[in-house]
């Protein structure tokens, strides 16, 4: 079982930054991928970035490209966004997300991917 626990939400105005942070429970965190979601009311949640067990590969939806980046520290069994120039179309829900130990050959950008869920943490960017 791993548990998620996202922080770091708020609010923010256009153009401003946040940066989210997920501390995962347990002793096999550095040899899961990693990745963060967000839901808009009314939308689908969606892929927003992903990180691999070793953080030497890094992925990112285009529309976050430039602006957020994802980051790992194993030591801390911490995942992180780091979200600059934000704009109003960001606000949602974001989620940490978690894989099952030791696989490789995944796609990072499913949802069906990651078995453990945070509860998430709600990002609101006004404008």
């Known amino acids: 079982q791993v548990l998620l626990a996202e922080s770091g939400g708020g609010l923010v105005q256009a153009g401003g930054s946040l940066g989210l942070s997920c501390a995962a429970s347990?002793?096999?965190?550095?040899?899961?991928?990693m990745g963060w979601f967000r839901q808009a009311p009314g939308k689908e949640r969606e892929f927003v970035a992903a990180?691999?067990?070793?953080?030497?590969?890094?992925y990112l939806a285009d529309s976050v490209k430039g602006r957020f980046t994802i980051s790992r520290d194993n030591a801390k069994n911490t995942v992180y966004l780091q979200m600059n120039s934000l704009k109003p179309e960001d606000t949602a829900v974001y989620y940490c997300?978690?894989?099952?130990?030791?696989?490789?050959?995944?796609?990072?950008?499913?949802?069906?991917?990651?078995?453990?869920w945070g509860q998430g943490t709600q990002v609101t960017v006004s404008s």
């Open positions: 347990g002793r096999t965190f550095s040899t899961r991928a």
């Open positions: 990180i691999r067990w070793s953080g030497d590969s890094t």
């Open positions: 997300a978690g894989t099952a130990a030791y696989l490789i050959d995944i796609n990072l950008r499913r949802i069906a991917s990651y078995p453990y």
